[in-house]
């Protein structure tokens, strides 16, 4: 009698729990989003590479400083760490617990509507047997009545006397049948009512019971999984900020001012003592041997411990932004060599794309000479035309381009023997210009021109460019290269090279296109990587 009752308090179980999924669902957010800012904040505050700023850090408190930061950063892993867990272990099971459960609910309350409703209609198969009964009871009694009356009275004829004594009978037997009757049917209603309130209510309760207690049960132990997996990152959160601690206590407070006298120290001598200036007698005032004013003319060539930038000196040079030529001349060999290749897939792929249209018209048009019905084949002569003449075309570009690709496989290093000679020859006729071959670096257009122009050209100063060879030590080298191009070095820090010449490598190519090499201890610069042919040593190339 209380399924109404259970059943708003089963409803509420489930919203308890879903309002608990919803809880570590946001949970989990804020995880993550801590562990973003955490990381971010880390980030923010990571000395930027190659920078002034990361000079700075060659102090103890910095270096602790950095470390702290790194361990900022794994600490906020472990966040991310605990929304995972928290969502696999904890969100994902309960809601599929949560459907479980809708659906259990849903099948025992269905049984318990059901039960009901079979009881609720034994009563009324009850109590309608019961009035029919009582009804007919009264009818019988009335037809006895009414009998008796007929029978008393001396003007009522023999037939309606005897008529109302049968209708008395009949009546009398419908009454027998309607008490056999409601007799059954309230044999079977108190036995219904017994398994109903005895057997099916109880079993069904109990279901409900162990359902809502398995929630209860299962909402507890998610409640312990949600500790346990903060309580598993502890040890490791614990690991962060030992190395916190740590790195505060390698702090070294003595070595950080050694590096500030190191680095500010001016080497001056103290100056002498002030001499007395008598202003009675002419000024005789002398200054001694280590007074500031000598003390600072004589240390100020000591005083280089600033020094130039150790950079490295490129030949920079404007990019010319005008259109890319058809035969992509602008480019580098090899350069050049990938797009005309790469034009030449495309040509032969666009004259297969129109072979294929093209035999796809003629077979149109054997079906049509063979079904007139089906079309006219006069009709697919114009665009068979001009699907040959498309093809035409595209095979003439395609021989230029490949004329051009072969031209250019001529000049490219090191592909056999006889592309050596030829490049030879064809370098003999048309010598390779810095214009054309100089960097292998894309401009912001996609061309890789160059101008020749004095005005186009960005200058290094040549005083620059002494200094940066004068302050160094020389490079040793790591190699050799072999010039398979004659290269005119015009601008400042490049090197002029002959074709043949065998060569010092200094330095590698590092991606933009040029390699440092020297020919002597006072000749050196940089050269076109795609100009020479470079053998590494091996121990260079170990290192």
Not at 87 to 94: E, G, Y
Not at 107 to 115: E, V
Not at 241 to 267: C, F, P, R
Not at 381 to 388: F, Y
């Amino acid at each position: 009698d209380q399924f109404d009752n259970l059943e708003k308090h089963t409803q509420w179980g489930i919203d308890i729990l879903e309002k608990y999924i919803k809880f570590v669902k946001e949970r989990t957010e804020i995880e993550l989003s801590y562990a973003k800012q955490l990381r971010n904040l880390s980030k923010k505050y990571q000395p930027k590479k190659n920078s002034k700023e990361e000079e700075e850090y060659k102090y103890t408190s910095c270096k602790a400083f950095i470390s702290t930061l790194n361990e900022m950063n794994d600490y906020a892993g472990q966040h991310e760490v605990i929304s995972e867990n928290m969502a696999s272990q904890i969100i994902v099971d309960l809601a599929r617990y949560v459907q479980e459960l809708k659906q259990e609910r849903k099948s025992n309350f269905h049984d318990g509507r059901k039960a009901q409703q079979h009881i609720e209609t034994c009563w009324k198969q009850l109590e309608s047997s019961k009035r029919r009964f009582e009804r007919d009871c009264k009818e019988a009694d009335r037809a006895q009545q009414y009998f008796e009356k007929m029978d008393a009275d001396i003007n009522v004829t023999k037939a309606d006397v005897e008529k109302a004594r049968q209708q008395a009978q009949i009546r009398h037997q419908m009454a027998e049948d309607s008490k056999a009757d409601y007799s059954s049917i309230l044999q079977k209603f108190n036995h219904e009512q017994h398994e109903y309130y005895h057997t099916h209510i109880p079993n069904i309760f109990q279901k409900i019971q162990e359902m809502e207690e398995r929630r209860i049960v299962r909402m507890g132990e998610s409640m312990k999984t949600y500790a346990e997996v903060d309580r598993q990152v502890i040890p490791i959160i614990g690991k962060c900020l030992d190395g916190i601690v740590k790195a505060a206590e390698s702090i070294d407070q003595k070595n950080d001012s050694q590096l500030v006298i190191e680095a500010y120290k001016s080497g001056f001598e103290p100056p002498g003592d002030i001499e007395f200036e008598d202003y009675t007698q002419p000024m005789k005032r002398t200054v001694s041997d280590n007074s500031l004013s000598n003390s600072r003319g004589e240390g100020k060539p000591d005083l280089k411990f600033g020094g130039k930038s150790k950079g490295k000196l490129w030949p920079f040079i404007k990019k010319n932004k005008g259109a890319t030529p058809e035969d992509f001349s602008n480019l580098p060999p090899e350069q050049r060599r990938k797009k005309l290749q790469q034009k030449v897939d495309e040509l032969n792929k666009e004259i297969q794309k129109e072979m294929d249209q093209r035999d796809a018209i003629t077979k149109m048009k054997d079906v049509y000479l063979k079904n007139p019905q089906m079309g006219d084949p006069a009709s697919l002569d114009h665009k068979l035309a001009e699907v040959s003449q498309n093809i035409e075309k595209l095979r003439l570009e395609t021989q230029k381009f490949e004329a051009w690709l072969a031209e250019v496989e001529g000049r490219l290093p090191a592909r056999n023997e006889q592309a050596r000679r030829q490049s030879g020859l064809y370098d003999s006729q048309n010598p390779p210009t810095v214009n054309n071959c100089a960097q292998d670096r894309e401009s912001p257009d996609g061309s890789y021109t160059e101008e020749q122009s004095q005005e186009s050209e960005v200058k290094v100063l040549a005083t620059d460019f002494d200094d940066e060879f004068d302050d160094e030590e020389p490079l040793p080298a790591i190699g050799t290269c072999k010039a398979l191009y004659t290269f005119e070095g015009q601008n400042e820090g490049t090197i002029s090279v002959v074709e043949g010449e065998t060569l010092y490598v200094i330095e590698e190519d590092k991606g933009d296109g040029w390699t440092r090499i020297r020919r002597n201890e006072d000749e050196e610069g940089y050269v076109p990587t795609s100009y020479v042919e470079v053998c590494l040593d091996k121990n260079a190339k170990d290192s």
